[in-house]
């Protein structure tokens, strides 16, 4: 990255968020995303996915800097962005590759979608959802009763999925993690962990009685009966995190706090 690097900042739709976009516009410059050598997202985690899912095609890195309620895939915002120049260049890179879904209805429709975070399944009535899971073609699972399951990604793992009892994955690890949400049978299911490359497929088992829905990230998908998801071959993208702060550090420290 050059010293002065053509930004393009994006910014949440809060006061704050708003604020800072002009302050920093001011001082750095504007340029479309597309003409950016680095995008520089401000806002939370939400609107950090947003930005991954609406520019992440372009392959140019993001600094994320926190101006909402959770900023776990963010950096620390300095009042008036004092010192950005100077933060990018030393900033560390965590290359994230998301997940891909597949989802089918029961209307026959296909609908696909990246999930940097997680696919979640989930049951859209009071009736408890009833799901086969099958990995890499084989059945594994023939029955699993539940409120839901999800796969998540190593960045993704301290989100819903730590929130559902699941394992913080490292970054870089090659694993992927699959978690039921409240399991009843089996009831002391834990789920599991798989290689990344591994083609997860859940297949609705009663969607008339039972009907169930899919979320990649916050894009969700009614009335499932087929979801399949792995691990994408071709899409990638760049964090940037300031070296005293990284997102590997921060998933460390995340697995020795309490509370």
């Known amino acids: 990255m050059t010293a002065t690097p053509r ?5 949440s739709h809060t006061d ?3 604020r800072a ?3 920093l516009s001011a001082r750095h410059g504007q340029h479309e995303p597309g003409d950016a050598d680095v995008l520089v997202a ?3 985690d939400g609107f950090m996915l947003q930005t991954l899912h609406r520019h992440g095609a372009l392959g140019k890195p993001v600094y ?3 101006l909402g309620t959770v900023g776990f895939l963010m950096n620390q915002y300095a009042d008036a962005g004092d010192g950005l120049l100077e933060r990018l260049a030393a900033a560390e890179p965590a290359v994230l590759r998301p997940l891909e879904m597949v989802a089918q209805t029961e ?3 296909t609908f696909g979608s990246l999930a940097y975070n997680e696919v ?4 859209q009535t009071r009736q408890a959802a009833h799901l086969r899971i099958d990995l890499n073609g084989q059945t594994r699972l023939d029955e699993l009763i539940c409120d839901g399951v999800l796969v998540a990604t190593p960045a993704g793992s301290t989100a819903y999925n730590f929130s559902a009892h699941g394992p913080i994955l490292p970054l870089g ?3 992927i993690a699959l978690t039921p949400i409240a399991a009843f049978r089996p009831r002391r299911w834990r789920g599991a962990l798989l290689k990344a490359d591994t083609e997860v497929k859940f297949r609705v088992l009663d969607p008339y009685k039972r009907p169930v829905s899919a979320t990649a990230d916050s894009h969700e998908v009614r009335d499932v009966v087929e979801v399949m998801i792995r691990e994408s071959r071709d899409r990638t993208v760049t964090l940037l995190f300031d070296r005293e702060h990284n997102l590997e550090e921060r998933m460390l420290i995340e697995q020795f706090t309490s509370g």
């Open 7 to 11: 930004i393009a900042f994006l910014a």
């Open 16 to 18: 704050d968020a708003q």
């Open 21 to 23: 976009l002009a302050v």
């Open 42 to 44: 401000l806002g939370g």
């Open 64 to 66: 994320g800097m926190k």
């Open 107 to 109: 209307s026959g429709a």
């Open 120 to 123: 979640s399944l989930l049951r």
């Open 173 to 175: 690890s090659a694993v």
